[in-house]
């Protein structure tokens, strides 16, 4: 990654990156919310909600 251009060395803008993890990760926790808050399933909800991040996307 090169800080100084807020870019990853492979291209990807580092704000960009943040805000997509950022998005993903508060779906996933509203996800868990709304089934209950069941223990051991954060990459389930993170896995469906970059199902539905992917499908906005289209």
Do not use: K
């Not at 997509?20 to 069941?38: D, K, S, V």
Request: with cysteine; glycine share 6%; charged share 25%.
């Amino acid at each position: 990654m090169d800080d100084l251009h807020g870019t990853y060395s492979i291209g990807f803008d580092r704000h960009a990156v943040e805000a997509i993890t950022h998005a993903l990760r508060t779906r996933a926790y509203y996800m868990w919310l709304e089934h209950g808050r069941p223990d051991g399933t954060a990459l389930d909800h993170w896995c469906r909600a970059e199902d539905e991040l992917a499908l906005h996307s289209l």
